[in-house]
């Protein structure tokens, strides 16, 4: 690594502190890229947070960067400065994914950020990971195992139902049976859920959905990044609403999906429910709410139902809470109160015999 006055790492510096002893002549531009691109080389395999890199291409504007600082020329404030951009930002020649397979391209421009700050001279050698289509945060790194929590230690939320969402019955009965089971073991369990607009939440999910995908249509012409940025901040309300709500609870003991398996049907076609029937869409009602606000959620085996279908519950935890989530599962495996996984029957239950 290059040393500085005081044994200052360069890597350590920030962009314009490095732009003005770049200014001043006291490292070269050649000099604290090579920091960097070791910086990479040495800890980029165990982080994966640098996706994309422009090595030979970044030498090669150093050495012009060097030039100019060597000539008088004029030069911005972050002339030679090494940078890297958010996998989002469009930079010429660099691929760009924005966390995607769909969107994988190699744009032939900068997009405003990076002419931006090409124009200050600032070197652009990368990208930097982030989450698919830019929606959500990539959690903290590294997730740490944990050893199972047991019943006794737990703060169980329920609700066998969700407002607005068709649950069959055998799938609340599971529920209710699982949250007997965890108090009588000594947790703490309450019937609770946050005070949020359930309806709302299921539109928005809704909307997201359609916005997003309306990238695949032939020209995206549907897609409209304002709308998109607009409902991301309403996203956000009900994500800090859930983290209130999870202060007090370790997790949400819930169904997992409106019914128990059904047999392969043409999307739209109706599903049987308790003898009646819920439109094909309602199935993902129950899970929509972990998957826009981003909650970790386990789905764990909870025996069968009166059909011999196997019926599960469904744990859904504080952002990031995923090792939790995990050790309680296995502290609910432990204690025999979940069955844990079980092969299915060779015969299924339709063709049993009797």
Not at 120 to 140: E, Q
Not at 145 to 154: K, S, T, Y
Not at 273 to 297: K, M, N, R, T
Request: charged fraction near 20%; aromatic fraction near 6%.
């Amino acid at each position: 690594m290059v040393q500085l006055v005081g044994d200052q790492d360069l890597c350590d510096l920030g962009a314009a502190e490095l732009g003005r002893r770049l200014a001043a002549g006291r490292v070269s531009a050649a000099e604290a890229l090579e920091a960097q691109l070791r910086r990479i080389e040495e800890r980029n395999g165990a982080l994966g947070a640098v996706v994309s890199l422009d090595a030979d291409g970044a030498r090669q504007r150093v050495l012009a960067a060097d030039d100019a600082l060597a000539a008088g020329r004029p030069i911005g404030p972050l002339h030679g400065v090494p940078i890297t951009l958010k996998d989002g930002n469009d930079v010429a020649g660099l691929r760009t994914t924005i966390g995607a397979y769909e969107l994988d391209t190699i744009p032939v421009t900068d997009g405003t950020v990076a002419a931006r700050l090409r124009a200050a001279g600032a070197n652009i050698i990368g990208h930097t990971n982030v989450a698919a289509w830019l929606d959500g945060d990539l959690p903290p790194v590294p997730l740490t195992r944990r050893g199972p929590v047991g019943p006794a230690d737990l703060r169980i939320a329920v609700a066998p139902g969700i407002p607005g969402a068709p649950v069959a019955t055998a799938l609340r009965d599971k529920v209710n049976q699982v949250a007997g089971a965890i108090s009588d073991a000594g947790g703490q369990v309450r019937e609770a859920l946050p005070e949020i607009s359930w309806q709302e939440q299921g539109e928005l999910f809704g909307e997201l959905i359609q916005l997003v995908t309306a990238v695949f249509t032939p020209d995206g012409a549907d897609f409209r990044l304002a709308r998109y940025l607009e409902l991301l901040a309403r996203r956000d309300a009900f994500i800090a609403c859930w983290e209130r709500f999870f202060e007090q609870y370790d997790a949400l003991l819930m169904p997992p999906a409106a019914t128990v398996a059904y047999p392969h049907c043409a999307p739209g076609t109706p599903l049987a429910l308790d003898g009646g029937q819920i439109a094909y869409h309602e199935q993902g009602f129950v899970f929509a709410l972990a998957s826009l606000s981003g909650l970790p959620a386990l789905v764990m085996p909870a025996g069968l139902d009166g059909g011999g279908l196997p019926a599960g519950i469904q744990l859904v935890g504080a952002r990031w809470t995923e090792p939790l989530l995990l050790a309680i599962g296995r502290g609910l495996d432990n204690a025999e109160i979940t069955p844990g996984f079980r092969p299915p029957p060779a015969e299924s239950p339709a063709e049993a015999p009797g």
